[in-house]
């Protein structure tokens, strides 16, 4: 079965720390598809990344960086010298290929907190 | 260029009674997906539409059913609301097939009293 984990409920940073988000993920096929996405206050969820399975280079898009690896099923997502804008929920979802359906499992997300 | 919009914003029901929740999508995406999200949790897929019919569904009882219009927008209805059914529900927009990234509105927060 499909599944995400983000052990991480809750995340207390000062502006300008370094924070890294966990994300663990379980699945049996081959070819998937991992994401990140931020919800502020608004409710709205944010896109923010999108890696396919066979992709395990790491990105980095100014502040935020990811790092996957495949062999620990694991798709990490760093903030650097975070600012109080930063504070939102953030959720690791997977999606597997069956068929083109873009269905989302979504982890249970982690809260970070960025005080100035 | 309009994202995704979603009506109304908040909505208070009670037992037993249906709700009927609205989504546009994105501007140029066919393809509308469904989430209910509680409280504390990460969304849960619901169900997806593209072409006017339901293509995938999560694992949620047949009180939960769909539609999508010719210009595809599409509406989340719900029968014989159980206090459980308190949630916000997310309506995302994407184009056609694949893994292509989800554009998702601000919800619908429903509460059941």
């Known amino acids: 079965a499909q599944k995400v984990t983000q052990a991480q409920t809750e995340i207390s940073v000062v502006e300008k720390e370094d924070v890294t988000l966990d994300c663990v993920y379980e699945t049996r096929d081959t070819t998937y598809y991992l994401f990140w996405y931020k919800q502020p206050p608004s409710g709205e969820l944010v896109f923010l990344i999108r890696?396919?399975?066979?992709?395990?280079q790491n990105e980095i898009s100014g502040r935020y960086s990811w790092n996957f690896q495949k062999s620990t099923s694991s798709f990490n997502f760093t903030i650097t010298a975070s600012q109080v804008v930063d504070s939102a929920v953030y959720f690791c979802?997977?999606?597997?290929?069956?068929?083109?359906?873009?269905?989302?499992?979504f982890g249970a997300g982690t809260r970070l907190a960025v005080h100035p | 260029d309009a994202g995704v919009t979603q009506s109304p914003t908040h909505l208070i029901k009670t037992r037993g009674q249906q709700v009927t929740l609205r989504c546009s999508p994105k501007s140029g995406h066919d393809t509308v997906s469904w989430y209910q999200q509680a409280l504390g949790q990460g969304p849960q897929f619901i169900f997806q539409y593209y072409e006017e019919e339901e293509r995938q569904r999560g694992n949620f009882p047949d009180r939960f059913s769909g539609h999508q219009f010719p210009n595809y927008s599409s509406e989340l209805n719900v029968n014989a609301l159980l206090l459980g059914d308190s949630a916000l529900y997310l309506c995302?927009?994407?184009?056609?097939?694949?893994?292509?990234?989800?554009?998702f509105g601000s919800g619908t927060q429903l509460s059941v009293l």
């Open positions: 890696r396919n399975s066979f992709d395990e």
């Open positions: 995302a927009s994407s184009s056609g097939q694949g893994n292509e990234k989800l554009f």
């Open positions: 979802a997977l999606s597997e290929w069956n068929g083109g359906y873009n269905k989302l499992i």
